[in-house]
């Protein structure tokens, strides 16, 4: 079965840095990867995804995510955050049946 | 561009009380779920509808059913409500375009959710 583990809960980064939200992967076979943000009150909105190809993935919002396959990792990555980047980011995973996703991690983007 | 509207917003139900969620899409997507959030427990797949006409169980369907009316409406249905169904519920849909790996692997467009408190 396929899962998906963010370690981080919370991210906190000041407006201008660079950050980095946290993805590591379990499952057989070919890995198909998601980003999915959500605003307070709102469903989730789709970021990016790794099907094939280029391991540099770029997204919505200047987002972008580095899949590792031999780390099994898919961090998410921004060179230089915002006030408004301040979400919680959900990484997912599909393997044999539809999305599995981590537990969230909070961003927090201090001006 | 209303995409995956959900109804209602809120509810309040007491124990053994039944009441269905409905959700709707006007992207012409094939594929719907149905997924409630927890704190600290992410998304977690009830049932999902590959197409219409078909439904499958995901992670935690007890408790729960499911019919897919037709293309555009996916409803969820809680015959007795219980305390531990106290959640927020989205539905989502996706597209089926491509072949392969690219037909399976399309978006999910999320509705804002329902927030079901079960006292």
């Known amino acids: 079965a396929q899962s998906v583990a963010q370690p981080e809960d919370q991210v906190n980064v000041a407006e201008g840095n660079p950050l980095t939200v946290k993805c590591t992967y379990s499952?057989?076979?070919?890995?198909?990867l998601f980003w999915y943000v959500q605003y307070p009150n709102r469903g989730l909105q789709f970021l990016l995804k790794?099907?094939?190809?280029?391991?540099l993935v770029k997204g919505s919002y200047g987002f972008e995510a580095e899949f590792n396959k031999s780390q099994t990792s898919f961090h998410l990555k921004k060179p230089s955050a915002l006030v408004s980047d301040s979400a919680l980011y959900f990484c997912?995973?599909?393997?044999?049946?539809?999305?599995?996703f981590g537990k969230g991690t909070r961003l927090s983007v201090i001006a | 561009n209303a995409g995956v509207t959900q109804t209602p917003k809120f509810q309040v139900l007491k124990t053994g009380q039944s009441m269905t969620l409905q959700c709707a899409q006007d992207?012409?997507?094939?594929?719907m779920y149905w997924y409630r959030q927890d704190p600290g427990m992410g998304l977690r797949l009830i049932y999902y509808?590959?197409?219409?006409?078909?439904?499958d169980k995901g992670e935690v369907p007890n408790g729960y059913n499911v019919s897919r009316l037709n293309k555009r409406e996916f409803s969820l249905r809680l015959e007795s409500a219980a305390p531990s169904q106290t959640s927020v519920y989205f539905c989502?849909?996706?597209?089926?375009?491509?072949?392969?790996?690219?037909?399976?692997?399309?978006?999910?467009?999320f509705g804002d959710g329902t927030r079901l408190s079960i006292l």
């Open positions: 989502a849909s996706s597209n089926s375009i491509g072949t392969g790996v690219l037909l399976i692997n399309q978006p999910q467009h």
């Open positions: 499952v057989s076979g070919n890995p198909y």
């Open positions: 790794y099907i094939t190809g280029d391991n």
């Open positions: 997912a995973v599909r393997g044999n049946t539809p999305l599995v």
């Open positions: 992207m012409n997507h094939n594929s």
């Open positions: 509808s590959a197409s219409e006409g078909t439904t």
